[in-house]
């Protein structure tokens, strides 16, 4: 216990721990979704309050959110196999480690603690670089645009805590800076937004979301152009098929409510 490396980060970087622990409880099931033998040495490296996140059918789908960005960067890794994927808001996240096709370049970017706690763990190369800095402070395009492109951005869960104006600059400048790329990423209508307030409130977690948006479609204002959205609960084909039994059981009831209320849609755009 006394090895275990204390993480110093403020109410929003924390919430990188709730992705984690779920990935790590998927990698103890029997039949998981995602292997991800990482997050679980991550999770028993770090002293933080395991118990407190990564439980329910909330942390079955946030695993289902990560699947279906590793499936969106794969297709886009078969297509560019040297392009340059850059990890918005990249937590401990381990992508790289699970679609590593040997040629990627990739950026994780996240906020000074965040990045020095992912240190601890992760080292740079030549061809996999992390950048220290708020993705609202866009210099760090400049570093990302020396790399090759076409380029995937993915924000997966960092956009909702941010506020939407600085949200829509942001995707207007990849836009305009970054043609013939990719994001991905993921949003929350207000009822989910109302609904996460409470569960903050009740589970002690003081990060709030920011942003809710019923209808990502109404982003292709900042330049972006809509390729592929979808309820969580509908994931695209190339992954539906490989989902364990319970999910597929679940996931068509939840769909239609989920559909109606905007609740959590995971959207893949072109620029
Ligand atoms: C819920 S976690 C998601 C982490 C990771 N994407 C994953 O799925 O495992 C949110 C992350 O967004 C980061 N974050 C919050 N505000 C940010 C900002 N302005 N710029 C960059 N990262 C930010 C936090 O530090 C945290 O790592």
Not at 2 to 24: G, Y
Not at 129 to 145: C, N
Not at 242 to 259: D, E, F, Q, S, W
Request: contains cysteine; positive net charge; hydrophobic residues 40%.
């Amino acid at each position: 216990m006394t090895d275990k490396i204390t993480a110093r980060l403020s109410s929003v970087e924390e919430t990188l721990f709730i992705p984690l622990a779920a990935r790590a409880r998927e990698t103890g099931k029997k039949h998981p979704l995602l292997h991800d033998p990482k997050a679980t040495e991550l999770v028993a490296s770090i002293d933080f309050p395991i118990d407190k996140y990564g439980r329910g059918w909330g942390s079955a789908v946030m695993v289902l959110r990560t699947a279906v960005f590793d499936t969106w960067v794969r297709s886009f890794l078969e297509q560019h196999p040297h392009g340059t994927v850059v990890e918005i808001g990249t937590g401990l996240n381990t992508r790289f480690d699970r679609v590593d096709n040997g040629t990627v370049h990739w950026f994780d970017l996240d906020l000074p603690d965040t990045i020095a706690l992912r240190r601890r763990f992760f080292i740079d190369s030549a061809r996999r670089r992390t950048l220290t800095a708020s993705v609202l402070d866009h210099e760090w395009m400049d570093q990302v645009a020396a790399s090759p492109g076409p380029y995937f951005f993915v924000a997966e869960g960092v956009l909702v805590y941010l506020p939407e104006d600085g949200v829509r600059l942001t995707l207007s400048r990849l836009a305009q800076r970054f043609p013939d790329s990719s994001v991905a990423l993921d949003t929350y209508g207000h009822r989910m937004m109302r609904y996460q307030h409470r569960r903050a409130k009740a589970g002690d977690i003081d990060a709030r979301w920011e942003w809710a948006c019923e209808d990502p479609a109404v982003l292709q204002s900042t330049g972006l152009r809509l390729v592929e959205s979808t309820t969580i609960a509908r994931p695209p084909r190339q992954l539906r098929h490989r989902l364990p039994l319970a999910y597929r059981i679940i996931l068509p009831l939840l769909h239609p409510l989920m559909r109606l209320t905007g609740a959590f849609r995971v959207t893949l755009f072109h620029t």
